[in-house]
């Protein structure tokens, strides 16, 4: 049973860029899929971006290509989320979350294993 710990949230200015953390302990990710989703206000879980378990496919929901990368190092445990020029519409909770395989996907319902978010707010 894999536990997710994100961290690394806070409150930023327009056009400024963050990284997100998420600690994976309880097993290796390395057979894991994993992906990044966030909840922004009055709107359910979106997808941001997925990684393959050894880092050859990701991709992006449009809203954030160009901005936002999904990266991991399999050697800790860890992925991350570098967000870049920041915009007041990123603004959320932000989620990892894994599977048990290595099927890419955006759909929430496919991934086994989530963290409890980290919040984002970016002001303009």
């Known amino acids: 049973q894999l536990q997710l710990v994100e961290s690394g949230g806070r409150s930023v200015q327009a056009g400024d860029s963050l990284r997100l953390s998420c600690r994976v302990s309880?097993?290796?990710?390395?057979?894991?899929?994993m992906a990044w989703f966030r909840r922004t206000p009055g709107q359910e879980r979106e997808f941001v971006a997925f990684?393959?378990?050894?880092?050859?496919?990701?991709f992006e929901t449009d809203s954030v290509k160009g901005r936002f990368t999904a990266s991991r190092n399999n050697d800790v445990n860890m992925l991350y989320l570098q967000m870049n020029n920041l915009k007041p519409e990123d603004t959320g909770v932000y989620y990892c979350?894994?599977?048990?395989?290595?099927?890419?996907?955006?759909?929430?319902?496919?991934?086994?294993?989530w963290g409890q978010g980290t919040q984002v707010t970016v002001s303009s």
């Open positions: 979350a894994a599977r048990k395989s290595n099927g890419a996907t955006a759909q929430a319902d496919q991934y086994d294993y």
């Open positions: 309880g097993g290796s990710i390395i057979r894991s899929a």
């Open positions: 990684i393959s378990r050894l880092s050859r496919t990701t």
